[in-house]
């Protein structure tokens, strides 16, 4: 057997620590981004959330460029988040909800604790369309553009940081 | 007393769930009447991966996101939809990552190359050792 067959082995062994050694440092990125990103929002008519509000309907996302929230009151990071949609708020920006699998009272009980920053909120109780939207999770949101398509989605809770990212896009989506 | 303070925080200790408080949707554990539905349906399931446990399919998953898609599926196709549209209805929101089931797609060559390569391999090193 010459000498490069014999340290083959060994060589496969150390491709493969490698191999291991880069996917625990350059974790994958587990988000599934919809793909309708780019594409009209799908049509609902949801009902309302709670009796306050306004119910939403996908018609109701246009005119100017609008931020759809996907929430919940029992989703942690959606307590955060909140804050920094009145942020947002404050700085013009209309914003819509959608709660997923929710109760009026909790709805309720989670905007008087937190604070709310929506002008609409629909009730989506089996997450119907969340799914036709392409959402994965709580919290999400997308951009929605003055014609009803889809400018940006944002996965996760957007962050104080992400302000300025979150205007940008509504600006773009002018 | 501290111990009673104890035991009253042991047996009133919830776990901290992401989850909401709703039921499951009406269809995401009951079959289907018609069991040819309910076949297609866990077909289908079978091939659908959950968004939210990954690398588990929606028939598997407990996570409260794939009962919702189990509902979905069960109402399209008790509604007389085929499985391929609701499939690919996903496809359109979530992309191929959604289904399980392999596509022509250049990325999946490999996988169905594969079995080839490895035969045709076996076949040589047989001929090799026939030869000898």
Sequence with gaps: MSRA?????????????????WRLATPTDSNVPSKLDGRPIPAFDLGAALEAKPALRSRDLTGRPRLLNIFASWCVPCVGEVKVLQQ?????VAI????IRDRPEDVAAFLASNGDPYEKIGDDPQSAVQISLGSSGVPESFVVDGKGIIRYQHIGPIEPAD???????????? | MKRVAILVAFLSAQPLLADSNL????W?????PDPRDEAKAQALMDELRCLVCQGQSIADSDAELAGDMRDL???????GEKPSAIRSWLIQRYGTWISYKPTA??????????PLALLLIGAWLIRRRIKR
């Design chain 1, 96 to 99: 819509d909800g959608i709660a």
């Design chain 1, 88 to 92: 947002l708020r404050a700085r013009g």
């Design chain 2, 28 to 32: 995401a554990d009951r079959q289907l």
């Design chain 1, 163 to 174: 302000v300025p990212l979150i205007l940008a896009k509504l600006e773009q989506a002018r």
């Design chain 2, 73 to 79: 599926v069960r109402r399209r196709i008790a509604a």
């Design chain 2, 105 to 114: 797609e250049p990325a999946a060559w490999p996988l169905w190359l594969a």
């Design chain 1, 5 to 21: 067959v014999r340290f083959a082995p060994l060589a496969l062994l150390l491709v493969v620590i490698a191999a291991l050694i």
């Design chain 2, 23 to 26: 039921p499951p949707a009406y």
